[in-house]
């Protein structure tokens, strides 16, 4: 084969290469979008009561909601009342709840606001709902945030399949980094997702793999990576510190801080900021 | 032959980084309105599939020929502003921003499962005097999500504007059927650490999907709401102080949340309880001698 041929092949190569890189990178492969009407808000007559969707049905707490039937039942997850007193009612709303068969709403395996410590979200009062449905490794805990803020978590089952909810919030977009936490505290590179959350539809999110990464915040990073206040998480409260030094000269004691933690250029820059937003908890 | 070929070679090197590189882009890219009349313009950030966490970027606009209104951030895909944009320096024409997306950004997911570019910001125009112009991007870059602080330069973008002698009416229309208020939120008083006037600070945040956040505003006890920016230094004598925050979005929506600041021990308390600390133990060790003698 002449040279020329080579060189053509390899250019070839090259460019396929560097035109597919791109869209190869990042950890969103695998992952499924879709947008359903939940069955109070699909024009159909899911129960055959001849009322159809909310708010004809009177099965219907809400568009939202995705069971017409207002029959009453003796499951707890079923039964449109807030058994657990935690102001959410029934599956998918509670995340106590792992299906409509579930016998208690009371969440030992999922906690809403709780997973990156700080203080509890405060919950919004909307028309959007999504579904996080994917695998990691069984028993170990999966958390998301929901725009850098701790939004939930749920224990990865023994099939080593994990399926999360959040309900009730504005439509709008929403940045979920989903991310597991083994049982030492060691925390994994999240696969983040950025969607486009519609008022009165249900988005689900599926294909999310949490198998492949890799620790991002060992247990004993605490000070360092970003963790200003070595509190050992890296949020809002860091974000604060560092967005106090953004465009002033450093103090002695900061200057110390932010050779630690930081870029150590001695100035707090949007490098510095990138830090953070890497290695960020919630 | 040889020559094509090393041409095609290093364009096929090259050319992948300039045209497959993150970008910031307008959207339109030409508008044409009469004078008095409004102008709105998106502008957009592509990754281009990769993941990127934090963008800053400076807008400039032809302030001879158009005056900035109001700035929209409900739909930006940035979660936390270093420096949120507005019209602050509307008499100069420009605008800087700055802000983190906390886990990266590498598009909007839609459900064909293309990755979209995601809104920065929507910014609102009046057309005051005849003339043409540009609403550019004069310098922007774009931080990697790989933890290292991996600079992008982002590629620039431009509005061609031509505002016409011909009169047109304001629409003025801004968000008037955003009747939510922003998210609620926690306020916290946290240990501000790395220097400055004080030990702690009052630190906030929320989110607003609809028009987007404007601004804060903070109350102590019984004074009155000023505008406020997080983190917000408090003083040693605030301790046991209700303080309020106020968030309010572009179109007007409020919510307020409050915190109690607790007791601060500052130096000067720990002194002064060490003092007395000592003087007890004084007096105590002196009444146990006087009660051993006799």
Known sequence: ?282 | MKKLLGTFLTLSVVVPFFALGASLQFAPSTESVGRGGNITVDLFFDPEGESFNAIEAQVHFPYNIIRGETISTGKSIISLWIEQPNFSNNSQGSVSLSGIIPGGFEGIIDQNGELQAGNIATFSFLAAHEGVGNIEVSSARAIKNDGKGTVAILAPSRVALNIEGTSASSSSLFFADDNTPPEPFVPQIVRFVGGGDSDYALVFHTTDKGSGLDHYEVKIDGGEFRKEKSPYILSSDRSGSIIMVKAVDVAGNERIESVRVPFFYTTLHLFAIAIIGVIVLSLLLWGAKKFFKY
Request: glycine share 10%.
């Open chain 1, 1 to 282: 084969m002449s040279k020329g041929y080579l060189l053509g092949a390899f250019s070839l190569l090259a460019l396929l290469t560097l035109y597919t890189l791109p869209a190869m990178a990042g950890n969103t492969a695998t992952v499924s979008v879709s947008v359903v009407a939940p069955a109070c808000n699909d024009g159909s007559d899911n129960d055959a009561d001849l009322l159809v969707d909310y708010p004809t049905d009177l099965g219907c707490s809400s568009l939202i909601d995705n069971d017409e039937s207002n029959a009453a039942s003796s499951v707890e997850c079923d039964d449109d009342a807030d058994n657990d007193a935690d102001g959410e009612i029934d599956f998918p709303a509670d995340l106590g709840c792992d299906s409509l068969t579930d016998d208690s709403e009371a969440g030992e395996a999922v906690s809403i606001g709780g997973g990156g410590g700080g203080p509890p979200l405060a919950r919004s009062v909307g028309d959007a709902q999504v579904f996080f449905e994917g695998i990691a490794p069984q028993g170990l805990i999966v958390g998301v945030l929901m725009d850098g803020v701790s939004a939930g978590t749920v224990v990865a089952s023994k099939d080593g399949t994990f399926a999360l909810n959040l309900s009730n919030l504005v439509s709008g977009v929403y940045l979920f980094s989903l991310y597991v936490m083994d049982a030492k505290g060691n925390i994994y590179a999240p696969v983040s997702l950025t969607v486009r959350l519609p008022a009165n539809l249900s988005v689900y999110i599926r294909g999310i793999d949490l198998t492949q990464n890799k620790i991002r915040r060992p247990v004993n990073s605490c000070g360092k990576q970003g963790d200003l206040n070595n509190d050992c998480k890296i949020d809002l409260v860091d974000f604060s510190i560092a967005s106090y030094w953004w465009q002033r000269p450093l103090s002695q004691e900061f200057n110390k801080l932010e050779r630690q933690s930081l870029s150590g250029d001695g100035k707090v820059t949007l490098e510095d900021f990138s830090i953070l937003a890497y290695y960020w908890t919630g």
